[in-house]
């Protein structure tokens, strides 16, 4: 039996959007913020100019979407929270608003804003921490490692290393507490480190012990690499940084030793990501149709290029600098395929609106 127009509003279109809103939804603002960054640190300012305005765009109407389901549906939204496979997507709306706090002090200076948000982002840090892992630890009935596990996961080492890379920046600003700041996000660095070193031990055992089927092979495991560049970003700002704290200057050479080993790490990781992709893609035929989870494949190639950059800095080796001069134009085709299917997903959705007709749209 068909349904009623009436159902099949826009209004019940956008509130089926709200009530499925991904946690990762995020995302998209992480990989846009740090692909422009790294345009920003590459010499292409206008690009980052116009990724800064995007982003700002889409981080307004992120925030007025999840606050929307918070209020509407909050029961879904908690479910989700305490769900093992789902749950760790809440800690890309920490890290993305570290990355528009990054954004906003690099590319305009604004130094209260990008407080606000860092702020903002270590509040959220500790509420969406220790509500998740609370959650799935003491849930009576919990998943298998195949279920429950995914590249998602290593987002909550992101999301903490992204409180230490903004909160270093920002540290200068406030010249009476800068060595309170600047221990603050050498701790956090530290807890992204250890949140890396354990979830990424159970995700190379799901790779490599557990049977993998090409489907479950998603963009989210690129995250594998995206974990340890932004942690070598981290450890080279606080290394940049080390001048304004007598800690961090005793501290320099084993943040230096500790963060070559997440590039090191990270570059080893990349062409592997390649040869599975092309055994997901072109062997087994896994169709590449846009979801938001290629968002989360996007934000890794952005950060390594700025991490990479950064690193060459703190080492004071120029030979680095060649790796991002040429890793910044896969970022950017990258994040250019994956908006283009973003707008062909947003104009398939405005067209099956269109469809329903005005009268239907009218009534609602």
């Given at each position: 039996?068909?349904?009623?127009?009436?159902?099949?509003?826009?209004?019940?279109?956008?509130?089926?959007?709200?009530?499925?809103?991904?946690?990762?939804?995020?995302?998209?603002?992480?990989?846009?913020?740090?692909?422009?960054?790294?345009?920003?640190?590459?010499?292409?300012?206008?690009?980052?100019?116009?990724?800064?305005?995007?982003?700002?765009?889409?981080?307004?109407?992120?925030?007025?979407?999840?606050?929307?389901?918070?209020?509407?549906?909050?029961?879904?939204?908690?479910?989700?929270?305490?769900?093992?496979?789902?749950?760790?997507?809440?800690?890309?709306?920490?890290?993305?608003?570290?990355?528009?706090?990054?954004?906003?002090?690099?590319?305009?200076?604004?130094?209260?804003?990008?407080?606000?948000?860092?702020?903002?982002?270590?509040?959220?840090?500790?509420?969406?921490?220790?509500?998740?892992?609370?959650?799935?630890?003491?849930?009576?009935?919990?998943?298998?490692?195949?279920?429950?596990?995914?590249?998602?996961?290593?987002?909550?080492?992101v999301a903490t290393q992204s409180i230490a890379v903004l909160g270093a920046l920002v540290a200068e600003h406030f010249p009476t507490h800068q060595e309170d700041i600047l221990f603050?996000?050498?701790?956090?660095?530290?807890?992204?480190?250890?949140?890396?070193?354990?979830?990424?031990?159970?995700?190379?055992?799901?790779?490599?012990?557990?049977?993998?089927?090409?489907?479950?092979?998603?963009?989210?495991?690129?995250?594998?690499?995206?974990?340890?560049a932004i942690a070598t970003q981290a450890g080279a700002t606080l290394v940049l940084h080390a001048g304004e704290s007598p800690l961090l200057l005793e501290l320099a050479p084993f943040?230096?030793?500790?963060?070559?080993?997440?590039?090191?790490?990270?570059?080893?990781?990349?062409?592997?990501?390649i040869c599975l992709a092309v055994w997901t893609h072109w062997r087994k035929g896994v169709p590449l149709v846009y979801t938001p989870l290629f968002w989360g494949a996007v934000f890794?190639?952005?950060?390594?290029?700025?991490?990479?950059?950064?690193?060459?800095?703190?080492?004071?080796?120029?030979?680095?600098?060649?790796?991002?001069?040429?890793?910044?134009?896969?970022?950017?085709?990258?994040?250019?395929?994956?908006?283009?299917?973003?707008?062909?997903?947003?104009?398939?959705?405005?067209?099956?609106?269109?469809?329903?007709?005005?009268?239907?749209?009218?009534?609602?």
């Amino acid at each position: 039996m068909q349904q009623p127009q009436s159902e099949w509003s826009g209004t019940h279109i956008a509130r089926d959007w709200i009530s499925g809103l991904s946690p990762a939804s995020f995302a998209l603002v992480m990989a846009t913020g740090i692909v422009s960054m790294a345009g920003e640190a590459l010499g292409f300012h206008r690009i980052a100019m116009g990724l800064l305005a995007l982003n700002l765009v889409a981080f307004t109407i992120l925030w007025a979407m999840t606050l929307l389901r918070l209020v509407l549906h909050p029961e879904r939204l908690l479910a989700d929270l305490r769900t093992h496979s789902k749950g760790p997507g809440y800690f890309t709306i920490v890290a993305g608003t570290s990355v528009v706090g990054s954004q906003l002090l690099i590319l305009t200076d604004q130094a209260d804003l990008a407080t606000g948000l860092w702020m903002l982002a270590l509040g959220l840090w500790g509420l969406i921490s220790y509500a998740f892992f609370t959650s799935v630890i003491v849930h009576p009935s919990k998943p298998s490692i195949e279920e429950g596990l995914s590249g998602v996961w290593l987002i909550a080492s992101v999301a903490t290393q992204s409180i230490a890379v903004l909160g270093a920046l920002v540290a200068e600003h406030f010249p009476t507490h800068q060595e309170d700041i600047l221990f603050l996000c050498l701790l956090f660095y530290f807890m992204g480190g250890m949140l890396y070193l354990n979830i990424m031990a159970l995700v190379f055992q799901r790779l490599t012990f557990l049977a993998v089927e090409p489907g479950s092979l998603t963009p989210p495991y690129w995250i594998s690499m995206g974990a340890t560049a932004i942690a070598t970003q981290a450890g080279a700002t606080l290394v940049l940084h080390a001048g304004e704290s007598p800690l961090l200057l005793e501290l320099a050479p084993f943040i230096k030793g500790f963060t070559l080993f997440f590039w090191a790490a990270g570059t080893w990781w990349i062409p592997l990501l390649i040869c599975l992709a092309v055994w997901t893609h072109w062997r087994k035929g896994v169709p590449l149709v846009y979801t938001p989870l290629f968002w989360g494949a996007v934000f890794p190639l952005g950060m390594y290029t700025v991490s990479t950059h950064h690193l060459a800095m703190a080492l004071d080796m120029e030979v680095l600098r060649v790796i991002p001069a040429v890793t910044i134009y896969a970022a950017f085709l990258a994040w250019g395929l994956t908006f283009f299917g973003l707008l062909r997903r947003l104009v398939s959705i405005l067209r099956m609106v269109t469809r329903l007709g005005a009268s239907g749209l009218g009534r609602e």
